[in-house]
Every structure is written in C-alpha cells, then in structure tokens.
C-alpha cells in the first residue's frame, strides 16, 4: 500500500513579537492546512543563534486558541450577550458613536489606551498617529507610564529626546551594575539581546563582572558576582552615593566626553550630601559595599550602569533612571563600546541630524482632576479612572474610551477602581485578540490577525538593541478569509473617522515618511523625487499599505540603495531595500553599536545636560524622603514588589496550556524573617492589603526576599466576571495591581509606583 503523501512543510522565519529580545523563529507550518508543527530558534539569525525561550514556542498555541477572537463582536448592554458581526458594521458604529461623544462633549470626552503589543506591531505603528489625530482627544494614555515614561522623561532632560535610550554594550563590558532588572526572567529590556544567559556567561567567561541591586536574590542576581539587597525605591540614594565617592575619591573620567557635558559641578554639588553612610539606613547598603563598587566601576576598563523595571515604576523613577547616565558619563562609558551607546536602527535617517528643541513636551497640558503633567503628548495612566469617575461641574470628563492592545485594569494602578468606572463608560472599543479583564467592558472589539498571520517589521527594538542588525518578519499563513491586519483596522478606522477614503489616509501616511526621506536638501535622496518614489514603491512593494514605507525607511535609512542600488550595505554589499531583506530571510548583522553622542544629543546647547533644572528640583524631594525611608517593619508593615517569570509575559499570554502548565506562579514571596514575625507559613495563605484594596495568596518562604520586602507578580487575576479565557481561569490567581496606588507616583514624571508599594501582610 502506498504511503500517504508527507505533508508540505515550509519554513518561515521571523522574529518573535512577544518580548523585546526579538529572537529568530524558525516556524515549520503547514500551508495548507492552516497546521503549524513546530516553533525552533532559528540558528542562522545573526542575533539570536538559535536561542528561544518558552514563550516564543507559544505562538503556536495564541495561533491555536480557541478563545482567541477571530470575528469583531459586540455587546448587548441590556443582556450582557457578545455577539458576532460583520467588520462594516462594526466600522459604522464605533465611528458613529465616537463621533457622537465627540459631538456632544468634545474630544477630549474620548480616551486613547495603546498597550504594549503595540510597540511590538511595526506595521500598525505607522498608522497609529494618524488614528490618533483622528480621534482629535488630547487624553492619551498607555502602559508607558507603567513602565519606561521616567527613563523616556531623563533622557529629554539629558540628551533633548525622549528616545535617546543609552543601551548597555553587554557583549562587550568588562563590569555590568544591573539595578531593578532581571534578564534572565525577562529577557532584557531597553536592552534588545537575545540570549541573556548566554551573554551573561561569556561576560563572565572573559573575566567581567557582573554586580546586581535588587531587594530580591533574582534569577540574575543568583548568577552575579555580587548581589546587594536594597530597600525598594531607594535606587536614586544608592546611585547618589556611588557619585559621591566617584567625586570624594577623585574618580571622575569623563575621557571622551570631556567637554560635551554641561553640570558636572551641579552633580558634585547635589551628592555631596549623599555620603554613602548618610543613606545606608534608607537604602540597606553598607557604605563599605558603596565604595567597593564605585572603585570598581572607575577602575574597569569598560564598565556600565543599568536601571530598568525596578528603578522605573517606583517614587523616585526619573531621578533613578537620570542617575544612572549621570554614573556613566562621569566614569566616562557613555558613547563608548562596553559602555552605554546609542544603537543605529536600519530604518532611521542615513544622515541625522539632531534636531535641537526649544522646549521639553513636558506639561504643556495637565490631567483634569489631578494636573498631573502630559509628556510627549500623553497623560499618566494613573489619572484614567479618575477622569472617568470624577466628572466636571459641566459634565467634563472621559465618556468613551479605545483600548488598542492593552489591558489596564490588570496592569495599571487600582484596578478594581479603573473595572468600575470601565463600566460607567457611554461607548467603549476595544482592539484586542481577547476577550479579557478589560475587553469585557467594551461595546465592540476589533480582533486583528494574530502574530503568525502577519508580516512584522521591528521599528521599536532595533533602537534599542545591543547590536544593529535588521530583518524582515515572514508570515505563515495569509490571514483567514475576513480577516483583518491592525493597521487595516487604524487605518480604516482614521479614514471613516475623518470621512476620506483609506486610500487617501494611507497616502498621506506615506507622504509625512517621504517629505523627511526624499526630494530635498538635508534628506538622503535629495536628487529622488516624492512622485519618482512613491512610483518605484509603489511598483516594486505595492501601491497601498505599510511595506512600502518600511522599504521607504530602509532604501533612506544608513544602510539603504537610496534608489539607485548603491552599495551601501554591510562590507559594501547591495544597499538595503524591502527586496534586499526578504532575499535574507534570517536577518542581516550591521555589527556593533558605535559611539554617535553627536548624531544623538539634540538639547539646545548640544551638550549632555547633566544638571536640568527639573531633576536639580525633584532632588529636594529625594532629601525629604530620607528620613522617612528608615525600614519600619512594626504591626506587619511590609513594602510590595513584583516580579516577572519566564513563563509568563505581562496579563496576556497565560491562556496557553503550553505556558499556563506547572506550579501556581501567582505566589506571595515572603523572608523567613518576616514569615517568623508575622506567622505566616510556607504553603499557607497570607493577605496582603494596601491602601486601596486587598487580596490573597499562597505564601512561599523564601530567603531570596530582603527583609521588610514581600514579592507578588503582576498580570494575574483572571478569575472574573465575563472574561473568555478557559485556560487562564484555571490558574487566574490574583491581581497586584489591586494593590497598587493610583496616587502614588513618581512626581516628576507621573510614572506609577508599582514597586514598593506599602502593604500590610498578615496569615489568611
Ligand atoms: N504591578 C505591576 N504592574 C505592571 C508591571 C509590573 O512590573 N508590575 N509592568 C508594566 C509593564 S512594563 C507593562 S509594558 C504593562 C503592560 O500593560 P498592557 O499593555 O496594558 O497589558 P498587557 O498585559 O501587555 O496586555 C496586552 C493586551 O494586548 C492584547 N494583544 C496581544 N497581542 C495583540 C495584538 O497583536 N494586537 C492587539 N490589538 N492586541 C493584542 C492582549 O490580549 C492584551 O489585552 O504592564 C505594566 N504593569
Ligand atoms: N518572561 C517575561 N518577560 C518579559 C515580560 C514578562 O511579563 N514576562 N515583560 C516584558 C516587559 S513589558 C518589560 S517592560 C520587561 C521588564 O524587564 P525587567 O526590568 O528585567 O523586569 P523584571 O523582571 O520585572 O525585573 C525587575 C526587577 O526589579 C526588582 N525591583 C523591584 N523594586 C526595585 C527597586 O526599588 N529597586 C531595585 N533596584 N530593584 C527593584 C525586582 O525584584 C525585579 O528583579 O520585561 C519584558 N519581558
Ligand atoms: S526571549 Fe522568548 S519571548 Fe522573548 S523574543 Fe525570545 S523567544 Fe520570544
Ligand atoms: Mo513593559
């Protein structure tokens, strides 16, 4: 008897969406029946070789979900029933009913929440602007301000852009001071490199060191070659001490960037009431340990400070998130290899030239009911509940809301009150794949092609990777019949909203990218014009839709043809262009990063502003916090800290068998110290209550937790009311973010503090 046929296996290569490592996939499908095998790290990306952690395996099983939405639904208000409907007449009522908000109240009756998913789909992100604009509200929010908004507000103030991220050279640093990070959960962020155990190794393989602050003993932490407890939130004191020794021991190198720095003496002002001893009992670092490190990272040879969640999302995130460059630039290791260096992203301007701004987009508009202060053109997402639930003496106040890829009531502030005043909202929409914590109050959701469905370009982390490397994400499948991409959606959503065709959208979309790449004096192509590209796009990546403007950015971008098939790739190769990178399907290295601190620093007197008089004021708020900061352990008083698994990626992915399987993850991490004192047992239940609410959750003792510090990851608490989610429910476990104070925030830049925050805890 003859076999049956093998089935056709093809291999697509791309690059994992789900975390910022963006590690090669290799996915084996089946085309034709829609099956995939097998998800591999694919060993010939340059960046990753080969590396891949659960998760990535897992967009097998988000392809496969059967909770996963595949058609817009909507809800019956009265009966509470979804039910599906056809993607115009979805269209036609969300734009109806914005429009009718809009009308009524405003636009700034209508709120915008863009998650993290979002940084992850290059393809929509060009469209998301425009959607925005549409919408015409000034009330845009998203998971920014739970996360990155402080280093986003110190780079500003250092470097005069909100995205001049330094990244730490990892590969190539001799001493690695790691503050509030935990690669070897997390992967790495704003530090895109895939890889982490491996890099950290051969870090350690050549002799470096690696030294990690955390007030828990992390994965990363166990593997360093030193590990300091330190009192959450108490980063900035700690950093303000290294800098003091640097001064006080004559330390200070600034090498290369002698003379591109302004405020040098301010800092050595600002730290000399920071001696190491004077905030040992606020941070919980001997002074002894302060000095060893401020030596070592004067003497290495390349060295380089790096801060990320955990001096981010907590009081004193900007001071934090400034000092660490501060720490940088005074030993000299900023915009040097083995220090912290601005990554070349394949797809910025081939010639950049800073532009210099006048002034900080910093406060130029205010929250209603709190004033807390916009950045770069967004609002804290802890003022959201509040401008909902509080409304003005006229009626003022948010009435509609998108959510685009977000789920705030898991992973904002005071989730319990953000839920509630979800339900007070006139219209609701949402653009998600799930029917979740916070979809469920949505009207309309939009479901968009899942990961595997879509080809992907990474515009976010190749501007904050380690190396430069470029590479154009495959699909696997064309998107089932009906189906819609989420630039489609924007995209259609902004034509109807504005009452043009989405051709005429799509064009001008294009037209912004082509005016700053093409046409004139100061571009790339001066000698190309708008319609001659725009022809050769259009006839070589089509006439409509994001891929021509990738092929645009990396035809103008440092590396690219420019049109005219120079040879300006890597050693001289073809120039960059779309073609170019589907002809290298496992990516294209574009080697090391390089020093490029005037290409980057765009401040008015293009110099690094060490001393902004913003940071120099928020300082007195530091001092004011010292004395208050005496660890107070009295009648169960406790601090509160996440974590992250390697399972687990933020609220989203914990309806896959494949990732949700294995011990409750959702646990209560306590010291025996503090287990002893407040009776608690490992394997018992504990509560754990907050000024704004309380939860519950099974304790696990645990000598890697500092003292006075218990540890409860974020993202769970899916047990809810109206959520489709039949695998999550079964490990649903309970919500930090009930915890976490709305009013809590870094001052500075309105970042919420959701590392410690202060919690009783006591046996349930
Ligand atoms: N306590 C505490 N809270 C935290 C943190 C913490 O450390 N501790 N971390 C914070 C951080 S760093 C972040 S980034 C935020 C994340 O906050 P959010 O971005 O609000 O939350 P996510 O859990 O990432 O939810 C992503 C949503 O996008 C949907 N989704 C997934 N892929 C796609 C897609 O391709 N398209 C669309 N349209 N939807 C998609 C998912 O179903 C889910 O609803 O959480 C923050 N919250
Ligand atoms: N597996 C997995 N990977 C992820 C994610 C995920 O949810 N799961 N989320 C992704 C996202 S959106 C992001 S932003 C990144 C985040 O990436 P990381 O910043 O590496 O995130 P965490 O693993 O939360 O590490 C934060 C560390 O800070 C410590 N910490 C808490 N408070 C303080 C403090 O006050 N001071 C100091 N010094 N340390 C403190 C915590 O104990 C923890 O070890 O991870 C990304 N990768
Ligand atoms: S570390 Fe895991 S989740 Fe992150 S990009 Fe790689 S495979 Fe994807
Ligand atoms: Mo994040």
């Known amino acids: 008897m003859a076999a049956a046929p093998a089935p056709a296996l093809e291999l697509v290569h791309r690059t994992c969406p789900l975390c910022e490592a963006k590690c090669g996939l290799t996915v084996e499908v089946e085309r034709e029946t829609r099956r995939v095998h097998t998800v591999r790290g694919d060993p010939q990306d340059p960046f990753s070789e080969g590396y891949l952690c659960p998760k990535g ?43 009718a908000v809009r009308e009524t109240h405003g636009a700034d009756a209508i709120a915008a929440y863009l998650g993290n998913p979002t940084a992850h789909d290059g393809l929509s992100a060009f469209y998301t602007g425009g959607f925005l604009r549409a919408l015409g509200s000034r009330w845009r929010f998203s998971a920014t301000s739970v996360d990155q908004l402080p280093k986003a507000v110190s780079s500003a103030l250092l470097f005069g ?178 220090g912290a260096l601005w990554p070349r992203p394949a797809t910025s301007p081939a010639h950049p030239k800073p532009r210099r701004r006048g002034s900080l987009p910093y406060a130029r508009w205010r929250s209603r009911v709190r004033g807390l202060p916009e950045f770069a053109g967004e609002l804290p997402v802890a003022a959201l509940a509040e401008e909902i639930d509080t409304p003005g003496p006229k009626g003022e106040g948010v009435r509609a809301l998108v959510t685009l890829a977000g789920n705030p009531v898991l992973s904002t502030p005071n989730g319990a009150r953000l839920a509630e005043a979800f339900a007070r909202l006139d ?52 998107p089932e019949p009906g189906a819609m991409h989420q630039w489609d959606i924007l995209l259609e959503l902004t034509a109807r909203l504005g009452g043009v065709s989405a051709q005429v959208v799509d064009d001008l979309v294009l037209d912004h990218f082509l005016g700053q790449t093409v046409g004139a004096e100061g571009t790339a192509c001066p000698d190309v014009t708008k319609e001659e590209a725009k022809a050769i796009l259009a006839a070589e990546t089509g006439a409509r839709g994001p891929q021509r403007i990738v092929d645009l950015l990396l035809r103008t971008g ?78 169960g008083r406790m601090v509160l800290i996440g974590r992250r698994h390697l399972r687990s990626n933020n609220s989203w992915m914990h309806n896959l068998p494949a990732l949700a399987k294995g011990p409750d993850r959702c646990t209560l991490l306590v010291s025996p110290e503090d287990a002893a004192r407040l009776g608690l047992a490992d394997g018992g239940r504990a509560k754990v209550r907050s000024r704004v609410g309380s939860v519950e959750a099974p304790v696990v003792v645990s000598d890697e937790m500092m003292p006075g510090v218990v540890s409860l990851p974020h993202g769970f608490g899916h047990a809810v009311e109206g959520v489709r989610l039949s695998v999550a429910a079964r490990h649903a476990g309970v919500c930090s973010n009930l915890l976490a104070d709305e009013t809590l925030l870094d001052a500075l830049s309105g970042n919420a503090v959701l590392n410690g925050i202060p919690v009783e805890v006591s046996a349930a």
């Open 427 to 478: 219209f609701m929409v949402s653009i998600d794949i799930y029917l979740n914590e916070t979809t469920r109050f949505a009207d309309v959701i939009l479901p968009p092609t899942t990961h595997l469905e879509r080809e992907n370009y990474d515009l976010v982390f190749h501007g904050v990777s380690v190396r430069n490397t470029t590479k154009w994400s495959q699909a696997a499948f064309a």
């Open 161 to 338: 852009s909100s995205g001049a991220f330094a990244i730490p050279d990892v590969d190539r640093t001799d001493y690695f001071l790691v503050l509030g990070a935990n690669p070897l959960a997390s992967n790495g962020s704003l530090m895109t490199a895939p890889d982490m155990p491996e890099r950290l190794r051969r870090l350690r393989a050549r002799g470096g060191k690696l030294v990690v602050v955390d007030p828990r003993r992390s994965e990363t932490a166990r593997i360093a070659d030193r590990h300091l407890f330190l009192r959450p939130g108490s980063d900035a004191l700690f950093l303000f001490a290294l800098v003091h020794v640097l001064f006080e021991e004559g330390l200070v190198r600034l090498g290369a960037l002698e003379g591109q720095v302004n405020g040098v003496e301010a800092v050595r002002e600002l730290a000399r009431e920071f001696a190491p001893e004077t905030v040992a009992a606020a941070t919980g670092v001997a002074p002894e340990a302060v000095r060893t490190v401020a030596r070592e990272l004067a003497a290495a040879e390349r060295a380089v400070c790096y801060g990320r969640i955990g001096t981010c999302t907590q009081e004193f995130g900007t001071l934090a998130s400034w000092l660490v460059d501060v720490v940088n630039v005074l030993t000299g290791n900023l915009d040097r290899p083995g």
């Open 558 to 635: 440092p590396w690219g043809d420019r049109f005219r098939g120079e040879k300006n790739g890597p050693g001289g190769t073809d120039g960059l262009s779309l073609a170019a990178l589907r002809a290298h399907p496992h990516g294209i290295d574009l080697g090391a990063m390089e020093p490029r601190l005037a290409e980057v620093v765009a401040t008015e007197s293009g110099k690094v502003e060490l001393a902004h008089p913003l940071v120099v004021a928020d300082v007195a708020r530091l001092r004011a916090a010292l004395d208050a900061r005496r660890p107070d352990t009295g009648a």
């Open 57 to 99: 395996y897992g967009l097998k099983g988000l392809f496969e979900d059967p909770d996963r939405l595949r058609r817009p639904l909507r809800r019956d208000r009265a009966s509470g029933r979804w039910s599906e409907i056809g993607w115009d007449e979805a269209f036609d009522l969300v734009t109806a009913r914005l429009r």
